[in-house]
């Protein structure tokens, strides 16, 4: 209602105002930006099941290794029993002295502390990979039929594949970048509007205005 001072002593002044933007040459452009993002979204994804792949590999590598140590040290533990037996066959037929077989029995408590440390490391490296590839905690895993073999601490740069998400991920950003070069140069182009307004104006002696 907006009263005035002049007409019949009931009045009216009503209206709607719309405003559309109907075209702007950032429209042409906008189905490729959806198109660009899914891509995009979808490189990331794939960047992050890569990510997941590759930590498994590293952590199954190095549970090998830490498993290969641990064998090793195994071994040195039986051979330091077959010498502990001799020296204890020559200690008592006085053929050496006490200090060699103290010396042994000290290699095998260091041999018997690395041993605890490699399993505690490799009971760590399996809890994180069950946790990797999703396995309940109860699930067991055997390595030892397995074989190691090394893999290099470095790998040198050869470039991107073809289809490579890393390259992927670039040229989807490349593509992101020059569309919206092209939205901040669209705003300075000509646009088309739409303007509609619809105004209603009534006077009347009762509130009745319809009818008048």
């Given amino acids: 209602p907006y009263p005035v001072s002049i007409g ?3 009045n009216i002044y009503a209206g709607v105002s719309l405003t559309q933007r109907i075209f702007q040459f950032s429209y042409l452009s906008a189905g490729k930006t959806g198109e660009v993002l899914g891509n995009l ?14 930590d ?10 830490l498993a290969v140590k641990k064998d090793f040290i195994d071994f040195n533990l039986k051979r ?3 010498f502990t037996g001799i020296v204890q066959v020559q200690l008592n037929d006085q053929m050496t002295d006490s200090l ?9 408590a260091d041999l018997l502390l690395s041993r605890d ?3 505690s490391g490799m009971q760590r490296k399996t809890n994180y990979l069950k946790m990797l590839v999703g396995l309940p905690d109860s699930t067991a895993i055997d390595y030892s039929g397995l074989d190691y073999y090394p893999v290099p601490d470095t790998i040198g740069s050869q470039g991107y594949p073809a289809n490579s998400t890393q390259l992927s991920l670039l040229d989807n950003a490349q593509k992101l970048n020059e ?12 646009t088309l509007d739409l303007r509609l307004n619809l105004l209603w104006n009534a006077q ?5 205005f319809l009818s008048n």
């Fill in 8 to 10: 019949l002593p009931n």
């Fill in 41 to 54: 979204e979808s490189s990331r994804i794939k960047e992050k099941e890569e990510q997941i792949f590759y």
């Fill in 56 to 65: 498994i590999a590293v952590c199954y590598y190095e549970i090998l290794k």
């Fill in 80 to 82: 330091i029993d077959r």
């Fill in 100 to 108: 060699q077989l103290l010396d042994l029995t000290l290699t095998k």
């Fill in 117 to 119: 440390e490699f399993k």
């Fill in 179 to 190: 569309l919206s070069q092209k939205q901040t140069q669209s705003e300075y182009l000509p």
């Fill in 204 to 208: 009347s002696q009762s509130l009745d």
